[in-house]
């Protein structure tokens, strides 16, 4: 094939036609050379911001809550604060208990989020209700921020007849409510990210919600290494749509520090390359994560466009109750972030400098939400399972498949031959409502 020579492209006119895929109006000027100063210097260059400083970090409240000087702080009354600092500590509370549950084998894992309170917390306070979330597996202060009860939580983790994020058959923490507009968490990496962009177009594509909701996706900086991080931005910004993805930089994957998982400036450095609005923001400051998630969710619905924003924070807890952090870091390193950078205490400072908490507050706190959590704990502990049978329902949307079908014969089958004269079988069968007896017929 012959190919016309670029200066004969650089000087072909200007059509305006639109796109196929997304009706935009798109101009053939988009060669390379078209709009780029030409320079005879052989510049090199590796910063996003010119300069080879790092990218800034969007930050309101000093360590000890105080207001820097010029920032504006978003608008929040003392009852909100409330609201904001209860949901915050919330979660460690919860985190211990469940922690411990898992310890003494009563469920088989837990994750907590411990260290990164503010970014969950100010993001689900900034969001709209109605907006769609899909997350990692540390969020689940967004759920609670909708109101998912502390009854649902431990169903979940527990797998009871009260789960209703997946009927028991999910690991715990593998949240989803669809009333709380939750997608269902999955474990591999990075996967929520394209379809956060599916579901953001989705979003666009509706009469009733254009213009209205946004996709909120969260990740970690490790799951921002797997090729779907990358096919998800692609894809929101080259099929726009209010996708706002908000990486959780908390230092770790796991056991490998962020230092060795990228050579570039963090997450957000990456954003300008797929042509995306991007702000780095304290992510243990949860006034700062309010400011910086509302005027990007803002962005996403007055562009229609992805927004990233880079929340920088620190995993103070082990990975999950899989792992013993302290065989790759120093516990003195943990003690100090707690100290010296505790979002929660940052928070804190700030409402006791405007009359708004005390000690009384604090100790009165702590002790409602630990009898909140040790009720519905104790709640969940003596529920049941599910039907045996439920293991095969809602696995796949229309007809039931022939394998779920041959799947539940051959466990029948199994039951009705052992499950009345195999003592551990017996046992097993007993901890599911009617004892498996819906699949012994
Ligand atoms: C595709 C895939 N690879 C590996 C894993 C194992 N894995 C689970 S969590 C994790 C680390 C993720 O780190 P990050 O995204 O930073 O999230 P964080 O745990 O720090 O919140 C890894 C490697 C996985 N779940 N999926
Ligand atoms: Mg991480």
Same mark, same amino acid.
């Given at each position: 094939?012959?190919?016309?020579?670029?200066?004969?492209?650089?000087?072909?006119?200007?059509?305006?036609?639109?796109?196929?895929?997304?009706?935009?109006?798109?101009?053939?000027?988009?060669?390379?050379?078209?709009?780029?100063?030409?320079?005879?210097?052989?510049?090199?260059?590796?910063?996003?911001?010119?300069?080879?400083?790092?990218?800034?970090?969007?930050?309101?409240?000093?360590?000890?809550?105080?207001?820097?000087?010029?920032?504006?702080?978003?608008?929040?009354?003392?009852?909100?604060?409330?609201?904001?600092?209860?949901?915050?500590?919330?979660?460690?509370?919860?985190?211990?208990?469940?922690?411990?549950?898992?310890?003494?084998?009563?469920?088989?894992?837990?994750?907590?989020?411990?260290?990164?309170?503010?970014?969950?917390?100010?993001?689900?306070?900034?969001?709209?209700?109605?907006?769609?979330?899909?997350?990692?597996?540390?969020?689940?202060?967004?759920?609670?921020?909708?109101?998912?009860?502390?009854?649902?939580?431990?169903?979940?983790?527990?797998?009871?007849?009260?789960?209703?994020?997946?009927?028991?058959?999910?690991?715990?923490?593998?949240?989803?409510?669809?009333?709380?507009?939750?997608?269902?968490?999955?474990?591999?990496?990075?996967?929520?990210?394209?379809?956060?962009?599916?579901?953001?177009?989705?979003?666009?594509?509706?009469?009733?919600?254009?213009?209205?909701?946004?996709?909120?996706?969260?990740?970690?900086?490790?799951?921002?290494?797997?090729?779907?991080?990358?096919?998800?931005?692609?894809?929101?910004?080259?099929?726009?749509?209010?996708?706002?993805?908000?990486?959780?930089?908390?230092?770790?994957?796991?056991?490998?520090?962020?230092?060795?998982?990228?050579?570039?400036?963090?997450?957000?450095?990456?954003?300008?390359?797929?042509?995306?609005?991007?702000?780095?923001?304290?992510?243990?400051?949860?006034?700062?994560?309010?400011?910086?998630?509302?005027? $990007?969710? &803002? !962005?996403?619905?007055?562009?229609? /466009? #992805?927004? @990233?924003? %880079?929340?920088? *924070?620190?995993?103070? +807890?082990?990975?999950?109750?899989?792992?013993?952090?302290?065989?790759?870091?120093?516990?003195?390193?943990?003690?100090?972030?707690?100290?010296?950078?505790?979002?929660?205490?940052?928070?804190?400072?700030?409402?006791?400098?405007?009359?708004?908490?005390?000690?009384?507050?604090?100790?009165?706190?702590?002790?409602?939400?630990?009898?909140?959590?040790?009720? $519905?704990? &104790? !709640?969940?502990?003596?529920?049941? /399972? #599910?039907? @045996?049978? %439920?293991?095969? *329902?809602?696995?796949? +949307?229309?007809?039931?498949?022939?394998?779920?079908?041959?799947?539940?014969?051959?466990?029948?089958?199994?039951?009705?031959?052992?499950?009345?004269?195999?003592?551990?079988?017996?046992?097993?069968?007993?901890?599911?409502?009617?004892?498996?007896?819906?699949?012994?017929?």
């Amino acid at each position: 094939m012959i190919r016309p020579s670029n200066s004969l492209l650089a000087r072909a006119p200007v059509v305006l036609r639109r796109s196929f895929s997304t009706g935009i109006p798109r101009r053939n000027d988009h060669l390379p050379t078209t709009n780029s100063p030409i320079i005879t210097k052989l510049d090199f260059f590796n910063s996003v911001t010119g300069n080879d400083t790092q990218i800034p970090t969007y930050r309101l409240l000093d360590g000890v809550g105080k207001p820097l000087d010029g920032a504006q702080l978003p608008e929040i009354d003392e009852a909100f604060a409330h609201r904001l600092y209860s949901n915050m500590q919330l979660l460690p509370t919860l985190d211990n208990v469940l922690y411990n549950v898992q310890r003494q084998g009563k469920i088989s894992f837990y994750m907590t989020a411990h260290g990164e309170e503010a970014t969950i917390v100010g993001s689900a306070a900034a969001l709209d209700m109605q907006d769609e979330v899909l997350g990692q597996y540390r969020e689940m202060g967004v759920l609670l921020w909708r109101g998912f009860t502390l009854d649902s939580v431990m169903a979940q983790c527990f797998g009871n007849e009260e789960d209703t994020s997946g009927k028991g058959r999910q690991m715990p923490v593998h949240f989803g409510s669809p009333e709380h507009h939750f997608h269902t968490i999955s474990s591999p990496l990075a996967t929520q990210i394209p379809q956060a962009a599916g579901v953001a177009y989705a979003l666009r594509r509706s009469p009733t919600r254009r213009s209205k909701n946004i996709a909120a996706c969260f990740f970690g900086e490790g799951a921002a290494s797997e090729g779907d991080f990358h096919a998800g931005l692609m894809l929101a910004s080259t099929i726009p749509s209010p996708a706002l993805f908000i990486a959780r930089n908390n230092g770790f994957a796991i056991s490998t520090p962020s230092t060795e998982q990228y050579n570039g400036d963090g997450i957000a450095s990456r954003g300008p390359g797929y042509g995306i609005d991007t702000l780095r923001v304290d992510g243990n400051d949860v006034l700062a994560v309010i400011s910086a998630i509302r005027e $990007a969710r &803002k !962005r996403c619905l007055e562009q229609g /466009r #992805a927004v @990233l924003v %880079e929340a920088m *924070t620190y995993r103070v +807890g082990h990975h999950s109750t899989s792992d013993d952090s302290f065989a790759y870091r120093a516990r003195s390193e943990v003690e100090d972030r707690k100290r010296i950078d505790n979002p929660i205490t940052r928070f804190r400072l700030f409402m006791e400098s405007r009359g708004w908490w005390n000690n009384d507050a604090e100790t009165e706190l702590k002790a409602r939400l630990k009898a909140d959590v040790m009720k $519905a704990f &104790k !709640r969940a502990e003596t529920m049941k /399972r #599910a039907e @045996l049978g %439920e293991l095969f *329902t809602d696995v796949y +949307g229309g007809q039931e498949p022939w394998n779920i079908k041959e799947q539940r014969q051959e466990l029948s089958r199994l039951v009705k031959k052992y499950g009345t004269i195999w003592e551990p079988w017996q046992k097993e069968l007993s901890k599911f409502r009617n004892n498996g007896q819906d699949l012994m017929k």
